[in-house]
């Protein structure tokens, strides 16, 4: 499985970034896949999560309502759509993909990583 992400970069507060992960060797229509996110001193969360299988998501609660996931299965990649970021959502973004569930929160549950993005968010 390899992911490769792309999108990062440095806005003010208040605007919008929008991530792209592109997955190969994925069986994309029954797993989860998702974002997850790692800011200094600070352990890695999920932010948003997509099962590819029915199409169920979870988002953390600091970005509902601000981030929305979406996947294109055709050209089997996920997007993570951010808005109105504020400077707490600067982190280096993560896509992940779990070929064991359909849907998780736990990183542990997530074998394949990409190689991660930088979003800075200045106030």
């Known amino acids: 499985v390899q992911l490769v992400e792309s999108g990062g970069g440095s806005v003010q507060s208040g605007g919008s970034l929008r991530l792209s992960c592109v997955a190969s060797?994925?069986?994309?229509?029954?797993?989860?896949i998702g974002w997850f996110r790692q800011a200094p001193g600070k352990e890695r969360e999920a932010v948003a999560v997509?099962?590819?299988?029915?199409?169920?998501?979870y988002y953390a609660r600091p970005v509902k309502g601000r981030f929305i996931i979406t996947t294109d299965d055709v050209q089997n990649t996920v997007f993570l759509q951010m808005n109105n970021l504020k400077p707490e959502d600067t982190a280096i973004y993560y896509c992940a993909a779990s070929t064991t569930v359909t849907m998780a929160t736990g990183p542990d549950f997530y074998d394949a990583w990409g190689q991660g993005t930088h979003v800075t968010v200045s106030s």
């Open positions: 060797g994925f069986d994309f229509d029954h797993y989860a």
């Open positions: 997509i099962s590819t299988n029915d199409g169920s998501t």
